[in-house]
């Protein structure tokens, strides 16, 4: 089955993980999906190897001028600075809480869940991230296991780069099986 009539988002600031946006973004542009990068600016972002500068992604869309209602589901890559600095921003935290309250599918990979955390969106949910999460999203209600990939309803997670094959196998098997939804 292919995702030709899916449009998914992937939210991302500057200083993501090139690897966790780019690796999944090309999966799900072979499903057949509409993929998006979505960010605080128009532009490009600048991405990161680890410690390290990368390349730039082209902006497809500033937050400002997105609807998160256009989209069928999500991708939050990590980074550790690109999910710090979306949990300050009360617009890309919204854009988050709308696909949690309305059960749209999200995947979510190593730092990324910062933002979900920030939407109060983990609580009670199976849950994995990079190590250094597990204490904050215990404390945010999420129940944290160290696997390369946990499917909890709606939402995906995974760890770090070395997991992807598995994150985007999940992540695709899952927006195989949603109904597209879309704004009136």
Excluded at 63 to 81: C, I, M, N, Q, R
């Amino acid at each position: 089955m292919t995702l030709e009539s899916m449009k998914v988002a992937i939210l991302a600031s500057d200083r993501f993980e090139l690897a966790e946006l780019e690796s999944p973004m090309k999966a799900l542009k072979a499903a057949g999906a509409h993929v998006f990068v979505v960010a605080p600016h128009h532009g490009e972002i600048v991405g990161m190897n680890h410690n390290d500068v990368g390349h730039s992604v082209k902006v497809d869309r500033s937050l400002a001028d997105t609807k998160a209602d256009e989209f069928d589901a999500l991708l939050l890559p990590g980074g550790v600075a690109n999910p710090d600095e979306l949990r300050t921003m009360p617009r890309a935290v919204a854009f988050v809480k709308h696909f949690a309250d309305t059960q749209k599918p999200i995947g979510v990979i190593c730092h990324g869940s910062w933002t979900l955390i920030e939407a109060d969106s983990v609580k009670d949910r199976h849950m994995t991230s990079w190590p250094s999460l597990q204490t904050d999203l215990l404390n945010a209600g999420a129940r944290w296991v160290d696997q390369e990939v946990v499917v909890d309803h709606n939402l995906v997670s995974s760890r770090k780069p070395d997991d992807l094959p598995a994150f985007n196998k999940a992540f695709i098997t899952l927006l195989q099986h949603q109904p597209v939804r879309r704004a009136a």
